[in-house]
């Protein structure tokens, strides 16, 4: 389906070969990062830009707490001569099209070099097309659905998990749960209609048929709805004993407020992060949504570890603690600095071959990989995540054993 879009996506424009500039004389080496700043992810891209933007911060700058994080005691580049990293946001607006057209932009007025993006599997399809035609490194932190290393792309890389890591890891904690004693017989799975939802609902019912957790009631509804009551009514009607939400920011807050305001709440609620994460669903819904289940591949770690560092470091900027997909969007960039500074150039063809060839440990990065390394189709086969839960208004990690602070609370609870 991607690959026929990806096509699509860049039918019928002017392409004109784009020559970025010598790597061995310049002064900064330009990221572009397509992010959506307005619409209705805004908190999420906004909070991911900051985060972009303290990565490029401790790069460009000495940190010597950060000593294990590569490039962070360097002050920049120095194998580009101490280039600095130049950071140039577009705002995707929340749509395929704009996407499309500011990638486009960032790559033949701008000239960058690499690119970063978009957030929404659905944009992140058209922009990473764009890319891919001109020739430019497209790295995305946090654009899940599966088919976007299934195109054949060569200059395209993925550093997150995928859906069926997540669906791996809901099913094996639900395993666990109904081995305790809990009933999980009767499993709802609502997602939103773009290229994400769809994508991800449909990997997580495959793992879970087989892995014998049926999926009992499937609701798609329209991506950017203004009312879910006729959701919830048919949630409340059918009563899972689980159900799973796919949803971006303003859907998550309206099901968070219909449930309540309709009085239903299930056993166990689970949140494929996306809107669930968001620092402004956090804010306002929180409260709501007491002892919900979520995924996550960013937990602050134990004080002066790199996660709690920067952690302290991004909360001093911007109020608020480092989330998932903004923990997820700064080591997209720190990933792209360190394959420039491998390549030793900015010539497209060698951070490619630097990309390809990337083998990060666990203790250099900020999230809770396992390391990053690409396989043939751009996907970081080391990427890994953990399960979190609502507790007091913040997300702590509680699955696996090994990276839990807290134990599971259920059933949930809400507001």
């Known amino acids: 389906m991607f690959r026929n879009i990806g096509k699509l996506a860049v039918t019928g424009l002017v392409l004109a070969t784009v020559a970025a500039p010598s790597a061995s004389a310049q002064d900064k080496v330009k990221i572009g990062a397509i992010y959506p700043l307005s619409g209705n992810a805004a908190s999420a891209g906004n909070s991911s ?13 000495n940190f010597p707490d950060l000593k294990d994080l590569p490039l962070a005691t360097t002050e920049g580049l120095p194998n580009l001569k101490g280039a600095k990293i130049e950071v140039i946001f577009a705002d995707n607006q929340g749509t395929p099209a704009a996407g499309q057209n500011q990638t486009l932009r960032l790559i033949t007025e701008e000239k960058v070099h690499a690119l970063l993006g978009a957030y929404q599997s659905g944009i992140t399809v058209t922009a990473s097309a764009m890319a891919e035609r001109h ?22 890389f993925r550093s997150t998990p995928v859906a069926a890591d997540f669906a791996r890891s ?10 305790a004693g809990r009933k999980i017989e009767t499993i709802a799975l609502v997602n939103e209609n773009t290229e994400y939802g769809n994508s991800v609902s449909k990997v997580i019912k495959d793992v879970f048929i087989k892995d014998g957790i049926p999926i009992t009631t499937q609701i798609s509804y329209s991506a950017n709805t203004t009312d879910v009551q006729p959701q919830v009514l048919q949630l409340k009607e059918k009563n899972p004993d689980v159900v799973l939400f796919i949803s971006y920011t303003s859907d998550a807050i309206l099901y968070a407020k219909t ?10 609620m689970i949140a494929d992060n996306a809107g669930f ?45 480092l989330d998932d997909p903004s923990a997820r969007a700064m080591q997209g960039l720190l990933i792209l600095a360190d394959a420039i500074n491998r390549a ?72």
């Open 49 to 61: 830009k900051a985060a972009i933007e303290l990565a490029v911060e401790i790069v460009n700058g």
């Open 135 to 156: 020739g430019i490194p497209f790295l995305t932190p946090e654009s899940v659905a599966s088919d976007l290393t299934e195109r054949g792309f060569k200059w395209f």
């Open 170 to 179: 809901y099913s094996e904690l639900l395993r666990e749960q109904k081995a």
């Open 259 to 268: 449930m309540k305001d309709l009085d239903w709440k299930p056993a166990i």
């Open 277 to 321: 994460n968001d620092p402004s669903f956090v804010r306002t819904s929180g409260a709501l949504v007491e002892g919900l289940i979520n995924r996550s591949a960013f937990a602050a770690g134990k004080p002066g570890s790199i996660s709690a560092v920067i952690n302290e470091m991004f909360k001093k900027k911007t109020g608020n603690d």
């Open 344 to 415: 030793g150039s900015t010539e497209p063809a060698k951070i490619q071959e630097a990309m390809k060839a990337t083998d990060l440990k666990a203790e250099q990065l900020v999230t809770g990989y396992k390391g990053v390394k690409f396989d043939e189709k751009g996907q970081n086969v080391l990427a890994s995540s953990l399960i979190t839960q609502m507790t007091g208004g913040k997300y702590v990690p509680v699955w696996p054993k090994e990276s839990a602070t807290a134990e599971i609370v259920l059933p949930y609870k809400g507001w």
